[in-house]
């Protein structure tokens, strides 16, 4: 059984920072692409972040030099770290390996 489970979501002020976790079971992340998403309200989703299995990062222009994913092989878990958090990232952030997905966490970023 598949499952990857988010954490790490909350509200925060603009500047501030987040870490998004997604710590996988029955896959090994390692051998696969992982990807993060966001979608806003009224919007559609859209690719934020990728890593390849050979570590080969990809980011959306919005996201930039502002957020990083990696990857914890022993853990297998992904991470994004967003910095500098602007409202237009907020959003319900998932994360994608293969056809599965996580159950996504609410980013709210808001003074």
């Known amino acids: 059984q598949v499952q990857l489970v988010e954490s790490g979501g909350g509200l925060v002020q603009p500047g501030g920072s987040l870490r998004l976790s997604c710590a996988a079971s029955?896959?090994?992340?390692?051998?696969?692409?992982v990807d993060w998403y966001r979608q806003a309200p009224g919007k559609q989703r859209e690719l934020v972040a990728q890593v390849s299995n050979g570590g080969d990062t990809n980011y959306a222009e919005p996201v930039k030099g502002r957020f990083t994913i990696s990857r914890d092989n022993a853990k297998n878990t992904v991470f994004l770290q967003m910095n500098s958090l602007k409202p237009e990232d907020t959003a319900v952030y998932y994360c994608?390996?293969?056809?599965?997905w996580s159950q996504g966490t609410q980013v709210t970023v808001s003074s």
């Open positions: 029955g896959i090994i992340i390692s051998r696969y692409y």
């Open positions: 994608r390996c293969t056809t599965y």
